[in-house]
């Protein structure tokens, strides 16, 4: 069996402490032996922030942390109530979301692989509409069915990633239903991504969130998530010291880009406040994959 999927499983048995021990003693493993996803995330991070040496080694265990808390997090999420949900997010900007969702009953959202991309799906399926979103098809199958599974107990709605026909069955949901259509857009999946300036750097990025806007016409947001350090009765109501932070950008609508350009401008206007968002809080920036640069790559 899969090592990820038996770890999966088996979390369901394990205590919450325990588990959150032994994700942070892997990837703390991972960094100290300089694994090819520390190596990954160094340079992620060496290119939107620019440090080298000690101070990228620093920036990069307290990355590891990060993902290892996400990873933690994620395995134990069926096991949370609303109540600790609701506590243990917190929205910045929140009222274009709701207008949008007031005014057309659906919106577009782009966001990076940040923070817990999962919980913050939990939260905005109880507190702003429902959640529909693509997830990559991972192997073995069983890994990509177990978060399907996972993710569908919160009230998510998943479409694994298969090309042009998820691209429709987004926009046919989009049409018919409505809801927060989210897409983890910095890594770009498809192909066909498109040249822009990622926090400084030139890389590809994903087309679809301002394509479904576009084809739905939606509002687009961007929104970063990032940790905060959790006190007091704050910690006590999440039973974590830990929260997230949704902080939405300002709207992007189809109708004030051009027309031959529509994709472009759009994509560029969540790209920036997403890699401006990142590189104010890089740690939590979950990049142990090749990432879409295209000078040095």
């Excluded at 399926?125 to 990559?136: L, Q």
């Excluded at 031959?260 to 560029?268: H, K, N, P, S």
Aim: net charge positive.
């Amino acid at each position: 069996m899969n090592g990820f999927l038996l770890a999966f499983k088996a979390s369901r048995y394990i205590p919450a402490p325990v588990i959150h021990g032994l994700a942070w003693a892997g990837t703390m493993l991972q960094w100290s032996r300089r694994a090819k996803p520390t190596v990954r995330l160094e340079d992620n991070l060496r290119r939107v922030t620019g440090l080298e040496g000690d101070e990228l080694r620093r920036l990069s265990r307290r990355g590891m942390r990060s993902t290892a808390r996400y990873y933690a997090e994620t395995f134990t999420l069926g096991r949370l109530s609303g109540d600790v949900i609701d506590a243990r997010v917190r929205m910045v900007n929140a009222a274009p979301i709701h207008e949008a969702m007031a005014r057309d009953g659906r919106v577009v959202v782009a966001l990076s692989h940040s923070g817990n991309w999962d919980l913050v799906g939990a939260y905005a399926c109880r507190n702003i509409g429902p959640v529909v979103t693509v997830a990559e098809v991972l192997k073995p199958r069983e890994v990509f069915d177990a978060f399907v599974a996972l993710r569908e107990n919160v009230g998510m709605r998943i479409l694994g990633h298969e090309g042009g026909s998820t691209f429709r069955e987004l926009v046919r949901i989009g049409r018919t239903d409505g809801g927060v259509l989210c897409l983890l857009a910095d890594r770009d999946l498809s192909g066909s991504g498109l040249e822009v300036d990622f926090a400084g750097q030139s890389a590809r990025v994903a087309p679809g969130p301002a394509a479904l806007a576009i084809a739905t016409r939606s509002t687009l947001l961007p929104m970063m998530v990032h940790y905060e350090r959790l006190r007091g009765r704050a910690a006590w109501r999440a039973r974590s010291r830990w929260g997230v932070v949704m902080t939405f950008g300002e709207p992007l609508l189809p109708a004030d880009a051009p027309k031959d350009d529509a994709v472009g401008q759009l994509t560029r206007g969540w790209v920036d406040f997403v890699g401006a968002r990142i590189q104010e809080h890089p740690e939590d920036w979950h990049m142990l994959q090749r990432f879409g640069w295209t000078e040095g790559a």
